[in-house]
């Protein structure tokens, strides 16, 4: 009884998320004609940002590759894992033929015979179209450069697919044999999956083949050039499998199933982040992004990522239990996806059509009325395809699986059952006494922490936006424009979104945690005077020196030591750039920003306590303060929009409200790690443990966001005025940057990668001096400059200066921290505590020196 009732087989796992997976083949097949509508009519060309984004939809074929991967090799992975039944060669080629050929052969047909070119085609052309080997002739002389007739361009990528099929059985008995020397159901599938890992390689090395000694185009429509993408599919396919089984490695793979199916919203973020890294110049010029060796590495890199991310948590997650899967599986993508493969046969022959009867030239514009129309031939065309031929067939394909599904039941307890069967019960003996199993997913020691503790990891976090705004400050000031290391530094800005992100976290945590549990609100005085310590002593210090040593022409005014000291020189309408004011602290614009965040905190967190405290649930509180944070973000970037505007204020981008969009994402992660503490086994737990595991993916993100904004598209090299378009792009990339970089810190324990990375001694003191080297670096810029005489404060050797700026800014910053900050902050903590709790410590210190 045992052995029926624990371990279920593999199949109901991923064939109840069906429905999902049509859903994503519907998006993929709309992709990909929208893809060539933009290319058809020179939309791509002439259309800025919405032109490259429209330019990479060639994604959605990898996508395509990848979900065949996974579908087809799904009975193979549980013979090589489990030794079931291999799936009958014959059995499986004649579905594949009956899948593909009737309707493809029936797009052959009209787009050969109605919309031919002047001409016709030859005999060997048409055996060629029909069979799906034309891209196998280099010679070939099709109009459409070399990938076949006009309107059936796209059919390169079905010749890849059958090729596939083809090779498929010998893929799979190959990565058998191999796999065959584990002794074990985890070695077997362990060697499984270094095999995909292998086949996904050869495309990397198949690239090399294309561009040396010279680049040949045609080897782009061969299989070794795609295989990663149907290798990743195959090892998803693989990991859902392994996971389906009680050994020590299956329970790993069930964990790493689990946290990509909790973490199915950050998956989603970088696969959009991914994409715009991706519609960026780093892949090649748009029109041709084939360009070099290089070019197409990073594109393979990158559509397999997003391949991967749009997959994975699809098919991980249990059906229903995200709404990325319940939106893929509503009842008009199950349509759309069932008809996707007519959307792929048939939308050449309706772009064709339309340019033939309108006489319209191509890549003469046109889109928005190209698409609509071609999409509505192509459903159309689709429709009835379905409907008259597909499903037909696929009634055909069931009667066949039918017939060879009887004499399977009959073998079902042959060879391989037996021995595993008394297997079932040893397996499960320890299962009463092994509690740790489902708490591993949840890990509520990396969310449940004290109110209070400090998070190590954050420390070093700040140290990275620290360093990164020196470094851009030495790049703008030594006049770095040369090369992508140019752009990188132009952009390390994005440091005070990372300052202001942590800011936002570790401020309204107390806030969050009152509003969420019904708890009393941070005492405002006590909050006010700790700020006041950490902020002001050190920042007069550095104030002092910099005024006197740089800004003697101006000094004179009470006015001008009054605004700098009390850092409200943003409010200054007469722009004090301009004049060449605050030379020293001109960076400390960001921290007037910081004060007035401190300022109206308070006030923000009555109100979204408000907001909140209409809810009863803990879960219905966080989702209301969730919202009003979005809401918050929205409307900031709207500030962030018309402060971009052409005759607005520049004044307007100094003031709160513009930055509140890089605020908000530390406050909501606030409210997720306040959330998580308080509700330790649900699914929000598990989330934050999740992204805190996924540390990397997180990162890699962020990473992928900043690179996006090191591009032309977020504006001007270093600081200058950019379009409104561009300047709110950069602004939300940061904000990006900030919530990703952060998040797995904010969730992080005492162990882990984000603690190992960011939390260790040595990035951890650079944290606790971060704010002296956010203050001191143009104190040590300027006075290096005054030494060698150079009066103009700007030029010199970048890479020179920086290793100056930094030695300096780092010996200024640990003598401040130890010397001003460290006592005044430990001022600040005293007196903000209770009245109570101060007399307490009076009479013990008194009691001390008696004794």
């Not at 700790?530 to 101006?554: D, E, G, K, M, S």
């Not at 989702?623 to 709207?638: E, I, K, P, Q, W």
């Not at 602004?731 to 900030?738: I, K, R």
Request: contains cysteine; hydrophobic residues 55%.
């Amino acid at each position: 009884m045992t052995a029926t009732t624990t371990a279920p087989p593999a199949a109901p796992r991923l064939e109840a998320r069906v429905d999902a997976i049509t859903g994503l083949r519907a998006v993929a097949a709309l992709a990909i004609l929208v893809y060539h509508a933009a290319g058809i009519t020179g939309f791509i060309g002439v259309s800025g940002v919405t032109g490259a984004l429209l330019a990479r939809g060639d994604l959605a074929v990898s996508v395509f590759f990848g979900l065949s991967g996974l579908l087809l090799f799904r009975p193979w992975a549980r013979r090589i894992v489990d030794g079931t039944p291999a799936p009958g060669v014959g059995l499986y080629l004649r579905r594949r033929a009956l899948r593909i050929l009737p309707g493809y052969w029936a797009t052959v047909i009209v787009a050969m015979t109605l919309i031919a070119e002047a001409g016709g085609y030859s005999v060997k052309q048409w055996v060629q179209m029909l069979l799906l080997v034309h891209i196998y002739d280099p010679a070939a002389q099709w109009p459409n450069g070399g990938l076949g007739p006009a309107a059936l361009g796209q059919m390169w990528s079905l010749a890849v697919e059958v090729a596939f099929y083809l090779l498929l059985p010998v893929i799979a008995w190959l990565i058998g044999r191999y796999a065959r020397r584990g002794e074990t159901r985890d070695r077997r599938a362990a060697r499984a999956m270094t095999a995909l890992f292998a086949m996904g390689a050869v495309s990397f090395l198949f690239a090399i083949v294309m561009f040396y000694p010279e680049r040949i185009y045609w080897l782009y429509a061969l299989l070794p050039h795609h295989a990663v993408f149907f290798a990743v599919g195959m090892g998803i396919a693989l990991l859902l499998v392994w996971a389906d089984g009680d050994s020590p490695g299956a329970r790993r793979a069930g964990r790493l199933r689990d946290t990509i199916a909790a973490s199915t919203p950050l998956c989603l973020v970088a696969a959009a982040v991914s994409y715009l890294l991706l519609s960026t110049p780093i892949v090649g010029r748009f029109g041709d992004p084939y360009t070099t060796l290089l070019h197409e590495e990073v594109r393979l890199v990158l559509h397999t990522c997003i391949t991967f991310l749009l997959i994975a948590p699809l098919v991980c997650a249990r059906p229903g239990q995200t709404g990325y899967a319940r939106r893929l599986s509503g009842p008009v993508m199950r349509f759309l996806g069932q008809i996707s493969y007519g959307i792929f046969l048939w939308q050449f022959v309706a772009l064709e059509a339309i340019y033939r009867f309108t006489g319209t030239p191509y890549f003469s514009g046109g889109f928005w009325y190209v698409l609509p129309l071609s999409l509505l031939i192509t459903l159309l065309l689709a429709t009835l395809t379905y409907y008259l031929l597909e499903a037909p067939f696929s009634r055909v394909q069931g009667s066949m699986t039918a017939q060879a599904a009887a004499p399977a039941r009959e073998s079902v307890p042959l060879a391989p059952l037996p021995e595993k069967r008394p297997e079932a019960p040893k397996a499960a003996e320890p299962r009463p006494t092994r509690p740790e199993k489902p708490e591993k997913p949840v890990k509520p020691a990396k969310v449940k922490r004290p109110a209070g503790e400090h998070i190590d990891a954050l420390d070093g976090v700040r140290a990275v936006a620290a360093l990164a705004v020196l470094v851009f400050h030495v790049a703008a000031k030594t006049g770095l424009t040369e090369g992508w290391g140019a752009w990188l530094a132009s952009r390390g800005d994005i440091g005070v979104a990372i300052f202001f992100t942590l800011s936002g976290l570790l401020l309204y945590k107390p806030w969050a945690r009152a509003a969420l549990a019904g708890t009393d609100a941070p005492d405002t005085r006590a909050y006010l005077l700790r700020r006041l310590f950490r902020i002001v002593p050190a920042y007069w210090l550095v104030a002092a020196v910099a005024l006197t040593l740089f800004n003697q022409a101006h000094s004179a005014s009470q006015w001008f030591w009054a605004k700098w000291l009390l850092l409200l020189q943003i409010y200054d309408v007469d722009s004090w750039w301009q004049r060449a004011e605050g030379r020293g602290i001109e960076q400390v614009w960001s921290l007037s920003v910081e004060i007035a965040f401190y300022l109206v905190l308070p006030l923000l967190g009555a109100v979204l306590t408000w907001l909140a405290g209409r809810a009863v649930s803990v879960a219905a509180r966080a989702v209301r303060l969730l919202v009003a944070l979005l809401v918050m973000a929205a409307l900031s970037m709207g500030v962030v929009f018309v402060a971009h505007l052409p005759g607005v204020p520049p004044e307007i981008n100094m003031i709160l409200p513009r930055y509140l969009l890089w605020f908000a994402p530390g406050m909501a992660l606030a409210v997720l790690a306040v959330w998580a503490e308080l509700e330790p086994d649900g699914r929000l737990a598990r989330f934050c443990s999740g992204v805190s595991r996924l540390a990397p993916l997180s990162w890699t993100v962020a990473v992928a966001a900043y690179a996006v904004a090191s591009t032309p598209m977020t504006g001007p090299l270093h600081l200058g005025v950019a379009p409104a378009q561009e300047g709110t792009g950069k602004a939300l990339l940061s904000a990006l940057v900030g919530l990703f970089l952060v998040a797995p810190s904010a969730f992080a324990g005492r162990r882990g990668l984000a603690t190992l990375i960011f939390g260790n001694p040595v990035v951890r003191y650079l944290g606790k001096i971060s704010y002296g080297i956010f203050l001191w670096q143009f104190v040590v810029i300027y006075g290096y400059y005054l030494v060698i005489g150079n009066t103009l404060f700007l030029g010199g050797d970048f890479w020179q200066v920086l290793g100056i700026a930094a030695a300096g800014t780092i010996v200024l910053s640990v003598l401040s921290y130890h010397a001003v900050e460290e006592p005044f902050h430990k001022l600040g903590r005293y007196l903000g505590r209770p009245s109570a709790a101060r007399d307490r410590d009076r009479a013990a210190q008194v009691e001390s020196a008696d004794a």
